[in-house]
Every structure is written in C-alpha cells, then in structure tokens.
C-alpha cells in the first residue's frame, strides 16, 4: 500500500529520505532517485490511474496528491459535493504510488484561502475560464504550490483537462520551474465518454445522453478536412440533436497558443467542448485536422 502523508514536512521527509536512499544504490541522476507527482482531487478512476501507471514507467518514486482544492471552485460550484474516497483511492494505488499526500485545507492554506495567487494570463479567462472564472488561477496557485512541496522531477497531467495541460505549461515555463510535465492520453468508456470524477453524479439516462459529447467531437473531427466552421456546425449538429445536453462552449483552438481557431487556420487544431447534463457539468476535447 502507499504511504499516505497528510503534512507538508512529513512528506518533505520521508522524500528526501528516499531520494538519498535511490542515490546510494547508483547515480545522483538515476531514474530510481527521480520524482514523479501526479496531482489529482482523488475519486480515482481508470484515467487517473492510466496517470500514475505512466508515472510508474518512468521510474523512481511516485507521488500522487489527493486534494480537493477548494481555490478552484466557483461559488455555486460542486465543492460541497465533489466526491471524497480517500480509502478506496488509496487501495486503487496499491502496486502504483509510493507515497499519498492526502492534506487538509488547513494543511494546504493555513490562514485560509491564499492571498498570493497565481495568475493564469489570458487564456486563462477564456473556454473553461470564462464559464469558471477565477478557476484557472485557483488550480495554478495549488499546482505551484504542490511543485515546491514535492518538488518533482516530472508532473503527469491528463489530456482531458486540455487548457489546464497548456496553462501548466505556460507557468512552468514562464516561471523557469525546473520540472518535465508529461501529458497522458483521454480514457474513455466503450461508448467514446471521457472517464470523469463527475460522471458518477449522471443518473443513467443522463449517461446515456453525456456519450454526445464525444460523438460530437468525432463529428467535427470527420468534417474538419473542411475547415474550421463546417467542423464546428458537425459537432454543433450533434450536440442539438441530444436536448437533454445544454451546451456551454464549442471552440477550435490553436494547440500551442489556445488562441481560437479562425477560418485561415489549417493543420493540427483541438476541438474543445463544454456542456451541461442535468445540474453535471462536462468537458471533452479531441485533436483534429483543420483543411
Ligand atoms: O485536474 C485536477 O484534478 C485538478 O485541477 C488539479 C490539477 C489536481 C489541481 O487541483
């Protein structure tokens, strides 16, 4: 079983602890001394869990943090309700993590939530953090936050959580951190829905009407050969023909620059979709090709 750390000078310890201890048996620069977080609110599933096993292959001691980060989350937003399954999530990353930091709000902000922030920029406020806002300074400021108390080599991210994946990138860089991150691939069910800690709160029919976001993306990705308008009316046509599904945005953006994807863009762009199933909120995203 991990080891589940609930304070930052205990998990301080006990990594420094096994990071001289890789050290010792080879070089300062073995794979065995290297760390890997992969940060996550827990209600593990298959997708976080195809995180941790890429954090598993490239060696060394796995961190995963489980924290339901209350910064992110908008007022009337699902954080009363977010599922916590501590033990289970823990019994899931049996064979996977070495270590678990699982800490209180209290741990994480001492004097309560944290007058230093960081800024996501531009991007930052548009897509999810239009419809969020304040969300993406929310998830950096923490994210910085678990980078200097872990303190990793590498931080693996899901590709589910696209504009999350880039404005983490964006700070790593903009700030110099001195870390890799590593994006891992959407897992979905049979049906095409991306794996979410918020699909156990879809009854069934609303499970069934939530597979239309990924349908709508597959359809924007067969008419983008077309350009950007007929694969945004394809998915939009999907999205229309499930009324149960209320959509919140549905843009093409510019993979490295998550700038909109206007009609003169061609070549390699992603489709990001937003929707509400019931009181559920969703997000998917799919890299298409722009003709
Ligand atoms: O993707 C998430 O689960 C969260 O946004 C993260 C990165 C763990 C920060 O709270």
């Known amino acids: 079983m991990p080891q589940v750390v609930t304070t930052v000078s205990e998990l301080r310890e006990r990594i420094a602890a096994a990071r001289a201890e890789a050290r010792l048996e080879g070089p300062a620069d073995a794979p065995a001394a290297r760390v890997v977080l992969v940060p996550t609110m827990g209600a593990l599933h298959e997708g976080h869990l195809r995180l941790v096993s890429a954090a598993r292959d490239l060696g060394g001691i796995v961190v995963v943090s489980i924290f339901v980060n209350p910064l992110q989350f908008g007022a009337g937003e699902d954080l009363d309700r977010y599922p916590r399954t501590l033990d289970a999530d823990v019994a899931a990353l049996e064979g996977l993590a070495d270590y678990v930091f699982a800490p209180s709000a209290a741990e994480m902000y001492p004097d309560g939530p944290s007058s230093t922030r960081v800024v996501a920029g531009e991007v930052g406020s548009l897509y999810e953090g239009a419809s969020r806002p304040g969300h993406f ?153 722009l003709g």
Do not use: W
């Open 137 to 289: 300074d929310g998830v950096l400021t923490v994210v910085a936050k678990l980078f200097n108390i872990v303190q990793p080599d590498v931080a693996v991210f899901g590709q589910k959580d696209a504009q999350q994946v880039h404005l983490v990138g964006r700070m790593v860089d903009d700030l110099n951190l001195p870390l890799r991150i590593a994006v891992v691939d959407t897992v979905r069910e049979d049906d095409g829905l991306a794996l979410s800690s918020r699909n156990r709160y879809l009854d069934d029919g609303q499970r069934a009407s939530a597979v239309v976001l990924s349908r709508a993306l597959a359809a924007g990705a067969d008419a983008a050969g077309q350009g950007v308008e007929a694969a945004l009316a394809a998915a939009r046509a999907s999205l229309e023909a499930e009324p149960a599904v209320k959509l919140d945005y549905l843009v093409a953006v510019d993979p490295d620059s998550f700038a909109e994807a206007g009609p003169e863009h061609h070549g390699p762009a992603l489709l990001l979709v937003a929707a509400r199933v019931g009181t559920t909120r969703l997000i998917d995203n799919r890299r298409i090709a």
